[in-house]
């Protein structure tokens, strides 16, 4: 819709200077005009819920960000020498025109999705109290997980997974569960990305961060998803940004490395692997094979050791340089990995002989968000197997801290960071 306010505003000061639609250099301002303007507006939240919601704050978002691409063109117009060709009243004129059409088309969408929608957000209430009844609404869903066999199982990857699967399509998530389950569903909540509610709250150990209101009751407020819609759309474009021109640069290595793979050892050329992504759902990991492959351990119960009698010799070189994660860059394009992010963990991975999540129950936490090829624990040197609980506890340590101070800058830095950290004494 604001790319249609934009075609508008431009084409109709093109017929005004020039009596027609087309023709340089006028209507080729929209070519600049068009991403300057929706990048602008995706960092102000132009495109966030409150946009849905207000009136006031859609449009205002709108107004600067058209105001501010103006300005730009202003300037490059002046810096270019293209004053004589294309005078400013006429850029004047497409960007008053163009804030004019955003201006009657955001009022007038946002008002109709307030008459429509009583809520912008999706909305899901768990019932796990079988002394609660039934809060019946037409606006939110109901999950009764009796009924549908899911456990808040904090020791079980694969009840995480499927409450993973449900918690996906809401916003919003208000749990009813007796006292004794709440620090489960808290942690469940922490982890799943969603705005997460626990009804009946007064246990300070969940962390709360707000009161809620919902159906009449108060609500514990204990996990807000960390990243906004804009954050999203900002992370997953750089991640696309990166990822793309990578996967062309980087294609002739990769034929090589798994023509190498081939001829060294019989067996596939990609190791499969279930990793625990964002949310705690479950995903395939890819990674170029570096051992033989009637030895791979597909649940990852023993890391691999220095001297590891399973890695192949074209494993050794690959596994030393890092170059066997360079197929997670697919994990990426398809979204189950960003490239900066918590590195996903197997299963059976083990601190000392513990279970990750049984070494610290916050462990769930830095799943809320993606998995990363690279991360904060691995450039500060915490990488390689985890011999000792401590080593789990460096790196969750480091994971909580990305998760909760996330920025767009940052993960520009780690990924700089992380070709210091390629040849490390750990990657074996």
Not at 88 to 108: E, G, K, W
Not at 363 to 390: C, D, N
Request: with cysteine.
């Amino acid at each position: 819709m604001d790319q249609l306010c934009l075609m508008l505003g431009f084409g109709i000061a093109e017929i005004i200077r020039r009596q027609g639609f087309a023709g340089p250099p006028g209507i080729d301002l929209i070519v600049l005009a068009a991403p300057l303007y929706m990048t602008l507006c995706l960092m102000s939240s132009g495109y966030s819920r409150s946009t849905l919601e207000s009136i006031e704050y859609s449009v205002s978002r709108s107004l600067i960000a058209i105001g501010v691409t103006g300005a730009v063109i202003m300037a490059a117009v002046f810096l270019i020498g293209a004053s004589k060709e294309l005078s400013r009243l006429n850029v004047s004129i497409s960007i008053l025109l163009s804030a004019v059409f955003l201006f009657l088309a955001r009022a007038y969408f946002t008002k109709a999705i307030r008459r429509r929608y009583p809520s912008t957000e999706s909305v899901l209430v768990i019932m796990d109290d079988p002394t609660v009844s039934h809060l019946a609404s037409p606006h939110h869903d109901m999950l009764d997980v009796n009924s549908c066999g899911l456990q808040a199982n904090v020791n079980d990857p694969l009840k995480m997974h499927e409450i993973g699967l449900v918690l996906v399509n809401y916003d919003r998530v208000i749990v009813h569960c007796e006292p004794e389950r709440r620090a489960d569903w808290a942690l469940i909540l922490k982890g799943g990305n969603v705005i997460g509610e626990i009804a009946q709250p007064g246990l300070r150990e969940l962390g709360a961060v707000g009161i809620g209101q919902f159906g009449g009751a108060q609500t514990l407020v204990i996990a807000k998803g960390p990243l906004s819609l804009p954050d999203r759309l900002q992370k997953r474009i750089f991640d696309l940004a990166f990822t793309l021109p990578a996967l062309f640069a980087l294609a002739p290595l990769l034929l090589l490395v798994a023509l190498a793979i081939k001829l060294d050892s019989p067996g596939s050329i990609l190791f499969r692997q279930k990793r625990v992504g964002r949310g705690n759902r479950l995903f395939d990991i890819y990674k170029f094979r570096s051992m033989r492959e009637e030895l791979n351990d597909h649940g990852g119960h023993r890391s691999a050791s220095r001297d590891d009698d399973r890695v192949t010799r074209v494993g050794r070189l690959i596994r030393r340089t890092s170059i066997d994660e360079l197929p997670q860059l697919f994990n990426v394009l398809l979204g189950d990995m960003s490239l900066v992010g918590p590195r996903p963990h197997a299963l059976g991975s083990l601190a000392g002989n513990q279970l990750f999540w049984e070494v610290d129950r916050q462990y769930w936490r830095r799943h809320a968000l993606k998995p990363g090829i690279t991360g904060l624990a691995q450039v500060r040197g915490f990488r390689g197997a985890t011999h000792e609980m401590s080593d789990l506890q460096k790196r969750l340590a480091a994971d909580l801290e990305y998760v909760s101070d996330w920025t767009l800058l940052r993960d520009l830095r780690i990924l700089f960071l992380t070709v210091k950290v390629v040849l490390h004494k750990n990657a074996y």
